[in-house]
C-alpha cells in the first residue's frame, strides 16, 4: 500500500473517519488477524486452564490463586497484543515496514506505564458509572484515547489521560457515535453469521447435528477475531483525527 492512511492531513467529518478506518482494517486486515486470534485466545486463558484442570468455569471474579494468576496473564496478553496490533496497523497505514518482534517488544515496554493507567481509567468509568451513570459514560468516551496516547505518542500514564480529555473535549458526540455506528455494524455480521448457522441446521437434516455446532462455533470465534482489528483501526481513525483536530485548532484554522 503506498497511499498513507494515517494521519489525515485535515479534519474529517464522521462519514470520512469511518471510510479511512476501513481503509485501515481492508489494508492491514490479514496482517493483524492473526494478533486478533490470539487475543481472543488470551482472553479466554482462564477458562481454558479450569477446563484443563476440571475446575468450574469463572463466571465474576477468580476463585483461587491458581485462577487469578491466570487471570493477571490473560490481562497482561491482552494488553501486549492490542498494543502490537495497534503498532502494526499504524505503520500500515503509513506505508512503513512492520516487524512482529518490535512490535511484541514495544508493547511489552509499554506495560508497566499501561497497567497502572487502565486500572486508574477502570476506577474512574466504574465509580462514575456507579454513583451518577453519566458521569461514568462520559468517561467511557472521554477516556478512550489514553491507550494510543501512551503507546502511539509515547506519553506517560497521567499525561496519556490528560491528553485523551484534551482530545474529546468538544468532540465527545462524534467520537461515541463513530463507535456505536461500528459496534452496530459489527453486530450485523454477528447476527447474519447466527442467521446462517440456523439456516445450515435446518437444511443438514441429516447431518450431524453437533458438527454444525461445532463449525457454528468457529464462524463465530472467527468473526469475534476479525472484530477486534475493526475496533483497533477505528480507534487508530478517530485518534488521528482528533490529533488533526487539534492542530487545527491550535493554528487558529
Known amino acids: 500500500m503506498s497511499k498513507r492512511l494515517y494521519p489525515p492531513v485535515r ?28 487475543t481472543i485466545l488470551a482472553g479466554q486463558l482462564e477458562n481454558i486452564y479450569n477446563l484443563a484442570t476440571g475446575r468450574p468455569m469463572r463466571r465474576f471474579a477468580p476463585r483461587d490463586l491458581p485462577s487469578a494468576i491466570m487471570y493477571a496473564v490473560s490481562v497482561i496478553a491482552l494488553l501486549t497484543l492490542w498494543t502490537a496490533m495497534l503498532l502494526r496497523q499504524r505503520a500500515i497505514a503509513q506505508a512503513e515496514p512492520t516487524s512482529i518482534r518490535t512490535e511484541l517488544s514495544r508493547a511489552l515496554r509499554s506495560l508497566p506505564a499501561q497497567v497502572p493507567m487502565m486500572i486508574l481509567n477502570a476506577l474512574a468509568v466504574f465509580f462514575g458509572l456507579v454513583l451518577f451513570v453519566v458521569p461514568g459514560l462520559y468517561l467511557l468516551v472521554a477516556l478512550s484515547m489514553a491507550v494510543p496516547a501512551l503507546v502511539l505518542e509515547g506519553k506517560g500514564p497521567i499525561a496519556a489521560i490528560k491528553y485523551s480529555l484534551l482530545l474529546v473535549r468538544g468532540n465527545w458526540w462524534r467520537i461515541a457515535a463513530t463507535f456505536l455506528v461500528t459496534f452496530a455494524i459489527v453486530l450485523v455480521f454477528y447476527f447474519l453469521v447466527l442467521v ?21 462455533t468457529v464462524f463465530v470465534v472467527a468473526l469475534s477475531a476479525f472484530s477486534i482489528p475493526c475496533f483497533a483501526a477505528m480507534t487508530l481513525a478517530v485518534f488521528g483525527d482528533l490529533q488533526a483536530r487539534r492542530a487545527a485548532v491550535a493554528s487558529g484554522q
Open 11 to 38: 479534519p474529517q467529518s464522521i462519514g470520512e473517519v469511518l471510510d479511512t478506518a476501513f481503509q485501515i482494517l481492508a489494508a492491514s486486515l490479514l496482517k493483524t488477524l492473526p494478533y486478533g486470534v490470539l
Open 196 to 216: 446462517l448457522a440456523v439456516i445450515a441446521v435446518q437444511f443438514a437434516r441429516g447431518a450431524d447435528v453437533a458438527l454444525v455446532s461445532a463449525a457454528s
